[in-house]
Nanobody, 121 residues
Framework: QVQLVESGGGLVQAGGSLRLSCVGS????????VGWYRQAPGKQRDLVAT???????NYADAVKGRFAISRDNAKNTVYLQMNSLKPEDTAVYYC???????????????WGQGTQVTVSS
């Protein structure tokens, strides 16, 4: 059964750091593209960062220079290192894995349950 599990969220002060993890199971993790999305209450779910099966990365403008996505295929895990956190980063962060990098679509791929990140001012 395909499953993605996020972890690492929590409460942090502005300027602090968190590292999120996304562990996949039930599919061939290494050949999939993985993205992190986030959704704040009353807002749409926005793409934050992506990493291809080959390791290429892309970031939303709002997080460039502050966040870094990486993967460890031996552990079936993708990470999101978040530094210099701001209150506007507060959201539920979701992991998504898919075979094609059509990142404008939210109805594709497999989703995790999400992990809450709260940044206090």
């Amino acid at each position: 059964q395909v499953q993605l599990v996020e972890s690492g969220g929590g409460l942090v002060q502005a300027g602090g750091s968190l590292r999120l993890s996304c562990v996949g199971s039930g599919f061939t993790f290494s050949i999939n593209h993985v993205g992190w999305y986030r959704q704040a209450p009353g807002k749409q779910r926005d793409l934050v960062a992506t990493i291809s099966s080959g390791g290429s990365t892309n970031y939303a403008d709002a997080v460039k220079g502050r966040f870094a996505i990486s993967r460890d295929n031996a552990k079936n895990t993708v990470y999101l290192q978040m530094n210099s956190l701001k209150p506007e980063d507060t959201a539920v962060y979701y992991c998504n894995a898919r075979g094609n990098p059509n990142w404008s679509r939210t109805d594709k791929g497999a989703w995790g349950q999400g992990t809450q990140v709260t940044v206090s001012s």
